[in-house]
């Protein structure tokens, strides 16, 4: 089998950063750049692991965070698959470009369309502060003073 992630993947063993946040990374930036297309199955993490010269632990905990945010589609018994609909970065900036379709700035901020809820809470006056003292065993209350507000 050709290996179509030796020029995708170069794991630094000498660097400071753990092998797994590196693999992680270098996935996450060939997906994100269109090196790697949707539909595009990853080797077995055992496979991937014994290409790498790396624990399955690594390439595991690499996997797991690339799905989690949403680049990788998993099923038991199934290599990782590059998920469908993912947003480009640059694609983000497309929006409300000019009439030949072009892009504007990079600079630019990125207008999101917000549902009618999600506004209101916006206009909300956050953190709620309550007139009263709160009372124990108060359900949805949290002890404010245990939050960490200074971070």
């Known amino acids: 089998m ?10 630094d063993f000498g660097k400071s950063a753990p092998l797994a946040r590196q693999l992680y ?11 790697l297309q949707h539909g595009y199955r990853l080797p077995s993490s055992r496979m991937l692991a014994g290409q790498l010269d790396v624990s399955r632990n690594t390439v595991s905990a690499a996997i797991d965070q690339l ?3 949403g680049y990788l589609d ?5 290599r990782p698959s590059i998920a469908a609909g993912l947003v480009r970065p640059r694609a983000l900036f ?25 506004r209101r809470i916006g206009q909300s006056k956050w953190p709620l502060r309550y007139e009263s003292a709160p009372r124990p065993f108060q359900p949805g ?10 971070i």
């Open 25 to 35: 990374e270098q996935l996450r930036s060939a997906i994100a750049d269109g090196r």
């Open 94 to 118: 497309r929006y409300g470009g000019t009439a030949s379709g072009s892009a504007i700035s990079e600079n630019a901020p990125v207008r999101q369309r917000l549902s009618g809820w999600a």
């Open 2 to 11: 050709a290996q179509p992630l030796a020029g995708v993947i170069d794991l």
């Open 141 to 150: 209350l949290a002890d404010g003073r245990a939050f960490p507000h200074d």
């Open 74 to 78: 998993i099923a038991r018994g199934r």
């Open 67 to 69: 799905t989690a945010e």
